[in-house]
């Protein structure tokens, strides 16, 4: 898992959304790769752009209350993720944060707040 969702930091000068993105076209297939199983349905989320230096495909919700691996499904696109999944405080009700390169393979515009629907692997 952490080979296809960890990504090295985006160099200093990195101002767009490509330069912030490093995932490698290698992971971005694994990622997007139709997955063997479905996994454990969490529930749904409305996500937001998350911190765009912070490296990687990753999802940081209150649907889970520690890390683990992960799927996210973005209907208006019909594309999913392969993530991680990052406990964040609040009640299961509250949004999440995803990554620019998950909101990026999900087909997501980077200021709007998608609906995603969230499984656990």
């Given at each position: 898992?952490?080979?296809?969702?960890?990504?090295?930091?985006?160099?200093?000068?990195?101002?767009?959304?490509?330069a912030l993105d490093t995932t490698t076209d290698a992971?971005?297939?694994a990622a997007t790769a139709a997955p063997s199983e479905t996994g454990a349905r969490l529930g749904e989320t409305t996500a937001s752009l998350g911190d765009p230096t912070e490296p990687g495909l990753w999802l940081a919700t209150p649907l889970v209350s520690s890390a683990r691996a992960g799927r996210i499904e973005y209907a208006a696109t019909g594309k999913s993720a392969v993530v991680e999944l990052?406990?964040?405080d609040g009640p299961d009700t509250?949004?999440?944060q995803v990554s620019l390169a998950a909101m990026?393979?999900?087909?997501?515009?980077?200021?709007?707040?998608?609906?995603?629907?969230?499984?656990?692997?």
């Amino acid at each position: 898992m952490a080979e296809i969702v960890s990504a090295p930091a985006p160099p200093p000068a990195a101002r767009t959304a490509e330069a912030l993105d490093t995932t490698t076209d290698a992971q971005k297939a694994a990622a997007t790769a139709a997955p063997s199983e479905t996994g454990a349905r969490l529930g749904e989320t409305t996500a937001s752009l998350g911190d765009p230096t912070e490296p990687g495909l990753w999802l940081a919700t209150p649907l889970v209350s520690s890390a683990r691996a992960g799927r996210i499904e973005y209907a208006a696109t019909g594309k999913s993720a392969v993530v991680e999944l990052r406990p964040l405080d609040g009640p299961d009700t509250a949004g999440s944060q995803v990554s620019l390169a998950a909101m990026r393979l999900i087909g997501a515009n980077l200021t709007d707040l998608p609906v995603l629907v969230v499984y656990a692997e």
